[in-house]
């Protein structure tokens, strides 16, 4: 609210309710009165689908003046009237279905987030893939995957389609094929994380399961001590970017 000028890149709005803006609220109000804010959020590679309002705005309302502008976004614009609608050039829009894997079960059938089986993936047949712009994008997507392949990025916070090598540790005391080996797991203080063929400028994350990174490591060694003490019990995500390959190990805090 008030000035505020975000600009939000490759994220996904599907599935939320409100009276009015089901996706988002654009607003310039001051908070105790007037109007003389700057509020003006920019989108691009977003997707805004599924979202309802009982009153305005399936996917977006504007208050005071406000502005909603979006590009190479996948945006479902039924019932938008104005003044809720986009402002700008609108470059690269799509309007048709993004064709989710399963927008009704947006962390899959494990029930955790950052996962291969999150329903808010894109099908391969999906509008959305290989269609976003470039511009300041990230280097991986929610899970992991690098971005960017085929020579453009998708729509939304999933990559599709990936060169890149991914592998995944799963269960107690893990060790896959490329020999990293993560224990104990599960554990209580401190997790280590080994792997004798580790090169300088691999990093590690560990997210939790609603996307949040809570450790990063810019260059990890081939012996590296994690302190997980502090964290609240649950299930965690680690990966290893190194090269093109992505590791990915779930992992669980007692």
Not at 154 to 168: F, L, P, Q, R
Not at 175 to 200: F, K, T
Request: some cysteine; glycine content about 12%.
């Amino acid at each position: 609210n008030g000035n505020a000028n975000p600009t939000v890149i490759n994220t996904v709005f599907a599935k939320n309710t409100a009276a009015s803006g089901g996706g988002i609220v654009s607003d310039r109000l001051n908070s105790n009165t007037g109007s003389s804010g700057n509020s003006n959020p920019a989108f691009a590679n977003c997707i805004f689908w599924g979202n309802t309002a009982s009153s305005i705005g399936n996917q977006f309302y504007i208050l005071g003046g406000a502005t909603f502008s979006a590009a190479y976004t996948v945006i479902d614009l039924t019932g938008q009237t104005s003044p809720h609608i986009l402002s700008g050039a609108n470059t690269g829009n799509i309007t048709t279905n993004p064709l989710f894997v399963n927008i009704d079960n947006g962390p899959g059938a494990d029930g955790c987030w950052l996962t291969n089986d999150d329903g808010l993936r894109l099908q391969t047949t999906s509008p959305g893939i290989n269609t976003g712009n470039n511009t300041n994008v990230a280097t991986t997507d929610l899970t992991g995957r690098l971005r960017i392949v085929g020579g453009t990025v998708d729509m939304g916070a999933y990559e599709t389609e990936n060169t890149g090598v991914i592998t995944s540790l799963e269960g107690v005391n893990g060790m896959n094929d490329n020999g990293i080996h993560l224990y104990p797991n599960p554990a209580v203080n401190e997790i280590h994380v080994e792997h004798d063929q580790l090169e300088d400028g691999s990093v590690i994350y560990l997210y939790s399961t609603l996307g949040e990174v809570i450790y990063q490591s810019p260059s990890i060694r081939q012996h590296e001590v994690i302190n997980v003490s502090m964290l609240a019990k649950g299930i965690y995500v680690i990966h290893i970017i190194q090269q093109n390959k992505v590791h990915r190990i779930r992992w669980i805090k007692q």
